[in-house]
């Protein structure tokens, strides 16, 4: 203990429940929180993956992350067990001192302020409209309501930051937003439903585009274009800074192995399934957000009109209710990295207050800012997201400091970091080229 705290990196708000105590999180409210912490934004870029990978191999990197997400978990729960520590922090600082932890804080912090700002964005997005390419795509409030200063992304955004977001941030149990990720996940499979009946009916109507199963080459796709769609689908997969202060909240933290096993088959068949049919219903006009796709351009009748409606207005809500894990742990690292010597967040509310309030509205700004989500989830899932998500949990197990990694293990933390490194290094490189390169 004395490590973490020297590390900064404080234990969730409240203790960690005891075994048997009655108040204590279930294995499936840790799945309702694992799921909802991975299927947030990255769910609506996944079509343009297909996009630009050919369903094949999307599918294939679908699976390989999730698999690859799945050991990076265990080695971070093992080394958690055996060590001191009850936080990601504190495993990085038993392993590497002060600058492991600092440097896990810091890229959390990028991370999950870089997905907060990105559901703004969203939200804004489908009930404000957008602009892509010169086509203007209109929000719900404005076809219904029309464009008014109060129809405007600066005004509704920051009523959704007051009255939905702002309550459920104020919670101090992670544990206490497993019903509202419930709904979250439910949300996402009505998402999913209505998306793939639009696709099939589309499907035998003969409208739908044939999906391409291998990427398109010889058009304005280049090779090196295909690696950036990995961060996307590594930002997507990302749960592993709620490993912690889920398992800490567990009635038996045993089951938190078999809970983020659930989660991931979970969320790789609704991402699979979100991918497919999305990029099957809009084929090569699929768009970054693909909740853009669905305006009354793409509508065909009223129930048409009130289909799309309710599929961007579900998700629009889902997104809402995904928020606040995110929120929870980046708190945790700000506070821990700002105030190390303080006492727990939780014991004073007047930080918390002040401190829940400044990231709120910190993330409201930057998602008025901010244009394009696809360039922000390709720069976060090319450095801080894969950092958290692989190369620290491989760094930890190359260190072994606790004498429990396998020859297994080092082998394929080893694999996970230069297969991390040398995708991450070329995604950067191919978006740094497509953003100084003037399109022709």
């Known amino acids: 203990m004395k490590l973490e705290k020297a590390a900064g990196a404080f234990p969730p708000l409240l203790p960690a429940v005891q075994s048997g105590a009655s108040d204590g999180g279930s294995m499936y409210g840790a799945v309702f929180n694992l799921s909802t912490s991975m299927v947030g934004a990255g769910i609506m870029s996944i079509p343009a993956t297909l ?6 191999p999307a599918l294939i990197l679908i699976a390989f992350i999730a698999y690859t997400c799945e050991v990076s978990s265990g080695f971070l729960l093992r080394h958690t067990r055996s060590g001191g520590s009850s936080t990601y922090a504190g495993v990085m600082a038993e392993s590497f001192g002060r600058s492991g932890s600092l440097a ?6 990028i991370s999950n302020m870089g997905c907060m700002i990105i559901y703004l964005i969203i939200i804004g997005d489908v009930l404000c ?6 086509t203007v795509h209109l929000g719900v409030l404005q076809e219904w309501l029309g464009v008014h200063w109060w129809t405007t992304r600066a005004c509704v955004l920051l009523l959704v930051a007051l009255f939905v977001m702002l309550p459920l941030i104020l919670l101090k149990r ?12 439910l949300l996402a499979v009505v998402f999913l439903i209505i998306s793939s009946a639009m696709a099939l009916s589309a499907l035998f109507q003969g409208t739908a585009e044939s999906p391409r199963w291998l990427p398109d080459l010889s058009g304005d796709i280049s090779f090196l274009d295909l690696f950036t769609a990995v961060p996307v689908i590594v930002t997507a997969f990302t749960f592993h800074f709620n490993v912690h202060p889920i398992q800490a909240e567990l009635l038996n933290p045993s089951d938190m192995t078999m809970a983020v096993r659930i989660s991931l088959v979970v969320c790789s068949a609704i991402y699979i399934a979100v991918g497919f049919f999305g990029y099957l219903l809009f084929g090569e006009s699929t768009m970054s957000d693909i909740l853009s796709n669905f305006d009354h351009r793409s509508s065909d009748g009223p129930l048409g009109l009130v289909l799309d409606d309710t599929v961007r207005l579900s998700y629009a809500v889902h997104i809402m209710l995904v928020y606040p894990l995110l929120n ?3 708190r945790i690292n700000v506070d821990g990295l700002i105030f190390p010597k303080s006492r727990p967040l939780a014991s004073d509310i007047t930080r918390f207050v002040v401190l829940t309030g400044f990231l709120l509205g910190l993330v ?3 998602a008025i800012v901010f244009p394009n ?7 976060l899932g090319s450095t801080s997201t894969v950092c958290v998500a692989f190369i620290f949990p491989a760094a930890i197990v190359l260190r072994d400091v606790d004498g429990t990694s396998t020859r297994k293990d080092r082998i394929f933390a080893a694999i996970m970091i230069i297969l991390a490194v040398i995708a991450s290094s070329l995604a950067i490189t191919t978006n740094i080229i497509n953003l100084i390169t003037p399109k022709t």
Do not use: P
């Open 104 to 109: 896990l804080q810091t890229c959390i912090m």
């Open 51 to 56: 996009k630009v990978l050919g369903v094949g």
């Open 174 to 185: 992670v544990d206490s937003l497993r019903f509202t990720s419930a709904i979250s996940v």
């Open 364 to 366: 409201y700004l930057a």
């Open 328 to 330: 929870y742990s980046l």
């Open 129 to 134: 409209g957008t602009q892509s390419e010169g």
């Open 373 to 379: 989500i696809w360039s922000l989830f390709q720069f």
